[in-house]
Every structure is written in structure tokens, then in C-alpha cells.
């Protein structure tokens, strides 16, 4: 059982930059096999990926995002996190960290992201 929690949104002005972390409640040996990932949904829209990044290390972003944003992780910390850069209003969203490995499926409760001035 993996339970992640989300911390580091709030308000921010266009151009600012804000990180989020997601600490999961695993030991670090089982951590490390999960795919960690980091999904966002904007009122009126789909959940859509913002980023992951899986077991090895390996990243993967939502093209749009690219350059922007940077996922990262510490196994030793049970902690991935998202830097977010030169945020852009349309960034506003819930932002979600999921936990991923063969079927199984975590999501954190969210952490709100507001950009605007």
C-alpha cells in the first residue's frame, strides 16, 4: 500500500516559479520500482500527464512543458518532486503525483496551483 501526499502549490504570478514534492509512505527498496508521475486537470478539462519519470530514472513530458518543468526523485527520501518554471496562467490546475508499477495505481489528493496576477 503506497500512500502519496502533496505539498508545495498555492498562488503564484506569471513567470514565477513553484515545486511541489510528494512524499510516499514506502520504504525506500519498494519506492524505487514505481514509475512516479505528476498529472494536472484544469477546470473544464482531462486529467492530462505533466511529467514522469519511471524506476531508472528515465523522464518523459508533455511536449508542451518541455523546458519548463523538471520532475525529479529521491529514493532515499520516498520523494518525487516538480519544478515548475516560467509559469503561464494556463498552468492553473490541480496537480496530482501518482504512483505507478504493473497494476497497481496510487494518486495523491491533489495540491491546487494558481497562476495569476
Known amino acids: 500500500q503506497v500512500v502519496l501526499v502533496e505539498s508545495g502549490g498555492g498562488l503564484v504570478q506569471p513567470g514565477g516559479s513553484l515545486r511541489l514534492s510528494c512524499a510516499a509512505s514506502?520504504?525506500?527498496?519498494?519506492?524505487?520500482?514505481?514509475?512516479m508521475g505528476w498529472y494536472r486537470q484544469a477546470p473544464g478539462k482531462q486529467r492530462e500527464l505533466v511529467a514522469d519519470i519511471t524506476s531508472d530514472g528515465t523522464t518523459n513530458y508533455a511536449d508542451s512543458l518541455k523546458g519548463r518543468f523538471t520532475i525529479s526523485r529521491d529514493n532515499a527520501k520516498n520523494t518525487v518532486y516538480l519544478q515548475m518554471n516560467t509559469l503561464k496562467p494556463e498552468d492553473t490546475a490541480a496537480y496530482y503525483c501518482?504512483?505507478?508499477?504493473?497494476?497497481?495505481?496510487?494518486w495523491g489528493q491533489g495540491t491546487q496551483v494558481t497562476v495569476s496576477s
Open positions: 501518482s504512483a505507478a508499477r504493473t497494476s497497481s495505481r496510487y
Open positions: 514506502t520504504g525506500i527498496f519498494s519506492f524505487r520500482m514505481y514509475t
